[in-house]
């Protein structure tokens, strides 16, 4: 239980890591890991007397400042005011683009997954969309998607959105959109850059050196289990207990 | 004017065939008045989830109930993927229209200003343009030079959805759910369930009116309490995850969806 | 997040050259504001009126800080019509933009979906179209085949409006009031006069949420009683009938109207 | 002041006979008279037992049931959910055309109205529109406006809305879709169709006896010298008071 305590505690550090400088970060509704990280990022900015982080977690009460329905992440994404989003995908392939309708000829897919969301549009609008999926396997991480639910680059319009890292249990890598592919940044301890290699399904871009991804320095640390869990409790109460019970 | 009515009559408002829409759980969800549609044997329904649906459409789709389903996503959340909805689509047991959140928020916004269509941002480079050629791509007429995905008006021929209260002449508290007034703008009738009627006039100060959908848009209430069970409604209850969990469970298999099915609807009617 | 300033460091913010819109009378327009506007020697703005204005259009044209109007209307209600609106519209002395209420409306709406343009209905017919360029009449890309109007994105540089009430958060009570919400979504950035702050968070409850217009939209707001004088703020009171009256009456002439303009920039020095 | 009562008196209730049949009419902001004749008929229909009518009125606190803000009249009428809404214009012409904005040469027009408000879009969405006009002259009553802010026959596009009738000071017009123009259905005591003739700039169909516009039965007097006058004091206290007054 503690390995994946740990597990958890680098992806949420690596999570504050890419979301530092925005001001506005929206998280799904089933999302405790993104949410947690952004958090940690609001409580390292206010430590650090930074510039405030306003987060909007989906389907929670407390974490709701929007009050137009529904449709007023969308609006607001549109409008600018959202820097960072997470998605996810059945499949993810090398040129960034999202599957989350499922595998094999539409309509009648082999496996169906719940369907596109709104990736199809936040992928456009959002800055800073980061990929987050834990499985790192050769058939989440495909050469070629094959449903497009979200499309990484379309150079036929101009856009202000789309990805900018891919996160896994394994591995963080970072999202060039002018070479339109992803180039690994770390391993996460305890992988290799060969366990990378094998369980990923499309060609990256290696560097020489491959740095490992970093443990959460003690500070760090402090505020994840203590004050972090706490404001997760109020929306991820099983997750904030799992959390601590592996403590 | 509104009428108010009993839970059966609500429901028989609806009728086989019609396009129906549903806000996504936890909005706002009319689970009672699913059990009595699908108690009167409702079918061939044209079901629009606004933007997403879980455990009700789940229900129609093994119930049989569903001809066609527009919707951005189906699935149980928490308690993981929708089976009915899974097993319907590998069997092609419904024609499936696959959208995006905001392009359904975006027809109903079309049917609410009376035009045909609307424009979107986003999508271009999706696949859904592909399998929705209903879906266009065209050069912005006015303003900047721009590419811009439309989408055609979607006009429900019936909104349903479930509410805390609503007063005696109809008028509806949907607090900041403002997803259900996109609903009843958009549909042609709109029926509503609620906890409770209150006899204040919920448009009386600027405050309660704020989060009100007028009776203007609201064609029939019914009562009916823990109506959204076992799914949430906003911060009156949580949803009920062990039961949620027990469906996901039992709808792996379609003998285990028609028992699931049968208890839901001898406990419904416990209730009434 | 949103600052809490001085009315004066608010008005600062307006810069000559800026698209400014603004709402209807009685909705909430922040006169105090635009008495400090004036104060500030404010020039070249292109006004938007959301969707029609009365005195604070009239005031700022006869001030000679407007460069351009895009309105439906410009009126002084129960007391007639705008005197400046309407020797400006003669002398040419500002680019006029004629609308409809609606194309107003759909045009702030684009910009709240970050679309290039909006459709509407009706229009068609209308001499608007003839003096309006930037608006089309377009075969509908989908859905049933019919002609519909087009209108291009209006994004405001800055939209002002006075509320009755504000948190410390910069959360804004505006009640039904939602064509505010429309002005601060559309626009690039929100200037805010409220009567009061209030210590209590404005989106805590359900029903005080349904009227919030979250900070996220709100630059700045500036604390300034009666800010709406003389006009109404919803019930919170009424227009004060006898000044607008007076105003009708000395407008009429040039002179008349620096006095008049005079006597409310002090008034407004007096009150702060 | 009773003359002036007797002819307000005839214009309401010829307002609540064109309203006949309707269940939701709104009324703009200053717009006393109509909003009298919608609340006869309201007032009415309930003595009757008839179905209830609902009246909006812009800009009334107590009259409002509307909660999305000023765009909400406009899209209930797109819905098709109003039934009946007043217009008024500088000049009216034969066709049905309206003209809020000025005479002359646009934009820098000789005389300058207010501007066209929400005419452009309602004319073609709302079935029964009133155009109510008090002043009966060659002036208002044109050949052909100088500006046309609202055209009353498109047969280029579909559309349920448009004029209905022609209510003046003087006298009452039909308007015939399908001819194009209007048909003098009554004329108000004291006038004479030649007061009419003389006093309207454009062509109508006058039909070989013309009736005279009924002056309100004692039942109807009753209701709106009392209950009516109530009502409206609430919204046009001014109008009220001068109604009461002149009693």
């Known amino acids: 239980m503690s390995a994946e305590r740990e597990r958890r505690e680098i992806l ?8 530092d400088g925005i001001s506005h970060v929206a998280v799904g509704a089933s999302s405790p890991i993104p949410a947690a990280g952004a958090m940690l990022l609001r409580a390292r900015n206010q430590r650090d007397g930074k510039p405030p982080v306003r987060i909007s977690i989906l389907g929670s009460q ?15 994404a549109a409008q600018g005011r959202v820097d960072a989003f997470f998605l996810g995908g059945g499949q993810i392939d090398s040129q960034g683009n999202i599957n989350l309708v499922g595998t094999g000829d539409y309509p009648k897919t082999d496996v169906r997954w719940p369907g596109s969301f709104g990736s199809a549009y936040l992928y456009h609008l959002i800055p800073r969309v980061i990929l987050f999926r834990e499985e790192h396997t050769p058939r989440v991480l495909v050469p070629k998607v094959d449903f497009v639910s979200a499309r990484a680059i379309t150079p036929e319009v101009r856009r202000r959105g789309g990805p900018y890292a891919l996160l896994t249990n394994m591995a963080l890598f970072d999202f060039d959109r002018d070479a339109g592919g992803f180039a690994l940044r770390s391993v996460h301890p305890p992988f290799t850059p060969a366990d990378i290699r094998e369980n990923t399904g499309f060609i990256y871009e290696e560097p020489a050196v491959v740095r490992q991804t970093p443990r959460p320095d003690p500070a760090t640390l402090a505020l994840l289990r203590g004050t972090i869990l706490d404001e997760l409790a109020e929306t991820y109460p099983a997750f904030a207990r799992a959390m601590k019970q592996a403590a | 004017m509104t009428e108010i009515v009993a839970l059966e009559a609500l429901a028989a408002r609806v009728t086989s065939g019609q396009s129906l829409a549903i806000p996504v759980d936890g909005s706002g969800v009319a689970m009672a008045a699913t059990a009595a549609l699908l108690e009167a044997g409702i079918h061939d329904l044209k079901l629009i989830c606004v933007p997403i649906s879980g455990l009700q459409a789940d229900l129609l789709i093994g119930a049989g109930a569903i001809a066609a389903l527009e919707t951005s996503a189906v699935s149980l959340g928490e ?19 696959d959208s995006t959140c905001p392009a359904i928020f975006a027809g109903l916004l079309a049917a609410q200003k009376g035009v045909p269509f609307m424009p979107i941002a986003g ?50 508290r949907i607090g900041r759910h403002r997803e259900l007034a996109n609903l009843a703008y958009a549909a042609r009738r709109t029926l509503v369930t609620v906890e409770r009627i209150v006899d204040r006039n919920l448009l009386e100060t600027e405050d309660s009116a704020a989060g009100v959908l007028p009776s203007l848009y609201v064609e029939a209430i019914a009562v009916a309490a823990r109506g959204a069970w076992p799914l949430a409604l906003w911060d009156e209850y949580p949803a009920d995850e062990a039961e949620i969990a027990r469906y996901a469970a039992m709808a792996r298999s379609e003998d285990g969806f028609r028992a699931y099915l049968s208890t839901f609807l001898s406990h419904r009617k416990q209730v009434a």
Chains 1, 4 share one sequence.
Do not use: M, Y
């Not at chain 1, 949420?12 to 979301?19: E, F």
């Not at chain 2, 308690?79 to 229209?97: D, I, Y």
């Not at chain 2, 995905?149 to 959805?161: G, K, R, S, T």
């Open chain 2, 79 to 97: 308690a993981g993927a929708a089976p009915r909805f899974t097993a319907g689509v590998k069997s092609g047991a419904f024609a499936l229209r």
């Open chain 1, 12 to 19: 949420i550090a690596a999570i504050a890591d890419l979301l």
């Open chain 1, 62 to 76: 407390a974490h709701n400042f929007f009050t137009n329905g529904g449709i007023e992440l969308f609006d607001c």
């Open chain 2, 123 to 172: 999508i271009i480079g999706s696949d859904l343009l592909e399998v929705r050629p209903d879906w266009q791509v065209i050069d912005s007429p006015v303003g900047e030079a721009r590419k811009v995905v439309v989408v055609p008006a979607i006009c429900p021929d019936v909104a349903l959805f479930h509410a805390p209260e609503a007063d005696r002449a109809g008028n509806v």
